[in-house]
């Protein structure tokens, strides 16, 4: 079983920037992808970023790209999303995803919501304008 504590949530203008950290229980965070998501009130669970097992591919939602970085620290069995030029249509329940993918190739990465085996609890993130 697979544990993961989103952290670093909050209240920020517009503008402003945050970074989320993740951290996950167990040994084998290198045989995780790693993914973050977000949830807006009344709307689905949409997909913002995936970051390969060694942390050298990542991929982004068009709605993120250029102002949100995953990243990972794999002896930390943490991974992080930086994000900046935060909008108010950001604001919305952060989750951190895991996807056990050992037997994928090490560049792999997924934005597919039903690929992630393990799911944090979520940290708010309010953006005002």
């Known amino acids: 079983q697979v544990q993961l504590v989103e952290s670093g949530g909050g209240l920020v203008q517009a503008g402003g920037s945050l970074t989320l950290s993740c951290a996950a229980s167990?040994?084998?965070?290198?045989?995780?992808?790693m993914g973050w998501f977000r949830q807006a009130p009344g709307k689905e669970r949409e997909f913002l970023a995936s970051v390969s097992r060694g942390g050298g591919s990542a991929g982004y939602a068009d709605s993120v790209k250029g102002r949100f970085t995953i990243s990972r620290d794999n002896a930390k069995n943490t991974v992080y999303l930086q994000m900046t030029s935060l909008k108010p249509e950001d604001t919305g329940a952060y989750y951190c995803?895991?996807?056990?993918?050992?037997?994928?190739?090490?560049?792999?990465?997924?934005?597919?919501?039903?690929?992630?085996?393990?799911w944090g609890q979520g940290t708010q993130v309010t953006v005002s304008s």
């Open positions: 167990g040994r084998t965070f290198i045989s995780y992808v």
């Open positions: 995803a895991a996807d056990i993918a050992w037997d994928r190739n090490t560049n792999y990465y997924t934005g597919r919501e039903t690929e992630y085996d393990y």
